[in-house]
C-alpha cells in the first residue's frame, strides 16, 4: 500500500507514523533522541529510526514508503532541507534531506519547522479546518507560531515566518537567548510561567500547571503570575492580528491545556487591547502533540502533489486530511 513516513522530532522524544494516502496513520511509533549522548547521536539515532519505519513499511504494507516528511525544532531552511540551527539539539547546520535520503536510497524527503507543520496539521484537520487564513501559537518551552493562508503555511523568505515568540513585548526586559530583550517567550511561555511561579511559591519544582491548579483555587500569587503572563501574551497576539488579521487564532502546547483558565482571561484581555482590529476567534488547538507528526506526513505528501506537478508547482492545498487519532 502506498504510504509515506512522518518523522517528528522533539528536544528529548521523536513521534513517527506510516500515513496513508487519506491521511489514516497505519502504524505509529515513539522513541528517544538520545540526546544525552550528544548532537551527531541524535541524527544517528533519526537515521536508524527512518530506517527501521521504512522497513516497517515494506513489512506490513508490501513496500518501502514513497516519501519522507521530517519535522524539527529551531530554524530550519526547508528549501535546502537543512536542520539550520535546534539549541535544545545542540545542532547547526544539519543536512537532513540529503542524510536520510542517502540512508533511504533516494528517497523524497520533506524537512519542516515543527510548529509550522504542527499548524499546517491544525489548518487542514483540526481547529483551523474551514478558517482561509489563521494563526496558530503554540506555548511551550518557547513560543512559536505558524500562518495558515489558503491550506498553506507560510514559511517566509528566509524559512522564520510566525516567530511570534519573539515579537519584543517588554522593551528593555528580560534577555533572551536569541539576542533581544524582553522578548514574548520569556513572559508567556510554559517555561517562563513555571519560573516566575517557581519563583513566587518557593517551590522550585513547581511549573505551569501548578500555577494554572493554584489561579483555579483563587490563589492571589498565583492569580498576579498568571495575569502578567496573559497580559504579555495578549500584547503579542495583538501585534500578530495587526499585521496579519487573522480568521483565527489557534492556541496550543503546554500552556493551552490549563483550558478556560487561560483562555477566558485572554480573550478579555485581547478585547481590551484592540481598537479598529477584529478580533478573530480564539479557540484552543485540536490535535494535541499529534499534530506535528501529523504535519510532517502533510508535508510528505505535498512534496510528491508538487513533483507529480512540475518541478515549480507549489504544493497543493488538497493534500489528504488526515484522521486524528483519539487522545
Known amino acids: 500500500m502506498k504510504h509515506v513516513i512522518a518523522l517528528d522530532v522533539g528536544g528529548t522524544g521523536m513521534k513517527a507514523a506510516l500515513v496513508a494516502p487519506d491521511g489514516r496513520l497505519l502504524h505509529q511509533a ?13 541524527v544517528d ?48 547546520d544539519v543536512p537532513l534531506r ?6 533511504l536510497h533516494g528517497i523524497p524527503v520533506a524537512v519542516g519547522h515543527d510548529v509550522r507543520a504542527g499548524g499546517l496539521a491544525e489548518g487542514r484537520a ?60 520569556r513572559y508567556a ?17 513547581a511549573d505551569a500547571a501548578d500555577c494554572a491548579a493554584a489561579v483555579a483555587r483563587g490563589d492571589e500569587r498565583a492569580c498576579e503570575v498568571w495575569q502578567e503572563a496573559v497580559d504579555a501574551l495578549a ?9 496579519l488579521d487573522p480568521q483565527r487564532l489557534i492556541i496550543g502546547g503546554g500552556l493551552a491545556e ?31 502533540d499529534t499534530a506535528g507528526c501529523l504535519g510532517a506526513g502533510l508535508l510528505a505528501w505535498d512534496l510528491l502533489d508538487a513533483e507529480a506537478a512540475s518541478p515549480a508547482a507549489a504544493p497543493s492545498p488538497d493534500a489528504p486530511t488526515p484522521e486524528v487519532p483519539a487522545p
Open 235 to 243: 500584547d503579542g497576539l495583538v501585534t500578530g492580528l495587526t499585521l
Open 258 to 288: 490549563a483550558g478556560e483558565t487561560l483562555f477566558a482571561p485572554l480573550r478579555e484581555a485581547v478585547d481590551a487591547r484592540i481598537t479598529f482590529q477584529r478580533r478573530p476567534e480564539i479557540v484552543p488547538a485540536d490535535l494535541g
Open 45 to 92: 539515532e533519526i537515521l536508524r529510526f527512518a530506517a527501521d519505519l521504512h522497513a516497517e513499511g515494506e513489512a506490513r504494507l508490501g513496500r518501502g514508503a514513497s516519501a519522507f516528511g521530517v519535522t524539527v525544532p529551531g530554524i530550519v531552511d526547508a528549501d535546502r532541507g537543512v536542520a539550520v540551527y535546534a539549541a535544545n539539539l545542540g545542532w547547526r
Open 189 to 205: 511561555s510554559a517555561s517562563a510561567v513555571s519560573e516566575a511561579w517557581a519563583r513566587a511559591c518557593g517551590d522550585p519544582d
Open 126 to 185: 483540526g481547529a483551523g479546518r474551514g478558517a482561509a487564513r489563521f494563526l496558530f501559537v503554540a506555548l511551550g518551552t518557547g513560543i512559536a507560531g505558524a500562518i495558515g493562508i489558503a491550506g498553506r503555511v507560510e514559511e517566509g523568505a528566509h524559512g522564520n515566518a510566525g516567530e511570534i515568540g519573539h515579537v519584543v513585548v517588554r522593551p528593555g526586559g528580560a534577555p533572551c537567548p536569541c539576542g533581544q530583550l524582553g522578548c514574548l517567550e
Open 30 to 42: 515513539r522513541r528517544a533522541t538520545g540526546r544525552h549522548r550528544g548532537p551527531e547521536a541524535v
Open 98 to 103: 540529503a542524510l536520510i535520503g542517502e540512508r
